[in-house]
């Protein structure tokens, strides 16, 4: 029996993907932190949609959980043929100013965990084909991007990682795709930092609801760059011809002045 697995599952982007997998009649294996209310979304998904699932609560941030989330599929013989990476974690700071733990925790789930349980999982992928492969990756993956520097950089690096990949796979029959999620109000947090971004992150606001089921549709049919939503693409054309300094002075100057705002609460 095949299951589709899905990390950062407890809420936002990951939970809606859950349960748009869910609803394709996909079976889910749902992986998140300790004390997220897995057990009951588990339960939920089931009693909805009559799927098999299970969880497993764990810290991505350390390097041998990618290897012990393989381990626990095979002893339990679970078929992984769709692995969607989505756990992550970005903000909005100073970079000299941002705690030395802070900076390492995000490159650790942003980076490192994307690429370990890819490599644990190719072999995986391959003896279940067709299979598939999703990064969630940012819109901010497109520029460098001032006052969310290791955010920015890390989801390039998934971008940049995504594309090559699929090249390498695809004679393995697994489709690799990336979603680049604009703003999404997945949590108190981000609603705030939307709201405080004013029309410059409104811009690009789509619902969680939204994006996971256009990544996960799109990522069945093999599309390799997913960008939500067609005000995101116009914003990606429009960047793309401005001026290199006048893009990076107003991500800047905007990012500044919200940085700003949501230090004056």
């Known amino acids: 029996m095949k299951y589709t697995l899905i990390t950062g ?4 982007i990951g ?6 997998n869910a609803s394709l009649k996909r079976n889910v294996l749902l992986i998140s932190l300790p004390n997220e209310n897995l057990r009951k979304l588990a339960k939920e998904i089931v009693s909805e949609y009559g799927v098999k699932v299970d969880y497993k609560e764990c810290d991505l941030t350390l390097n041998d959980t990618p290897k012990s989330i393989y381990e626990w599929v095979k ?3 679970y078929k992984v043929d769709f692995l969607i990476n989505n756990a992550g974690f970005g903000g909005v700071e100073v970079f000299k100013d941002t705690p030395y733990a802070l900076n390492n925790s995000m490159i650790d789930l942003n980076v490192k965990a994307i690429v370990n ?19 969630t990756s940012s819109m901010a993956a497109n520029f460098p991007f001032p006052y969310k520097t290791v955010y920015g950089a890390s989801k390039s690096f998934v971008k940049n990682f995504t594309i090559a990949l699929s090249k390498e796979v ?9 979603v680049q999620p604009g703003a999404t109000p997945t949590n108190t947090v981000v609603k705030d930092q939307i709201e405080l971004g004013g029309t410059f992150s409104k811009i690009s606001l789509y619902s969680s609801e939204y994006t996971a089921k256009l990544a996960v549709d799109q990522a069945l049919k093999k599309k390799l760059i997913i960008v939500p939503g067609a005000k995101n693409k116009l914003f990606l054309r429009i960047m793309k011809l401005m001026p290199f300094r006048m893009q990076q002075n107003m991500l800047a100057n905007k990012t500044k002045l919200m940085f700003d705002k949501i230090n004056e609460r």
């Open 9 to 12: 599952a407890s809420m936002g």
């Open 15 to 20: 939970k809606d993907i859950a349960k748009y």
């Open 117 to 135: 349980l890819c490599h644990v999982f190719i072999e995986e992928l391959e003896q279940n084909q067709p299979s598939f492969i999703l990064n």
């Open 170 to 178: 695809k004679d393995l029959g697994i489709s690799v795709s990336v």
């Open 75 to 77: 002893s339990n013989n």
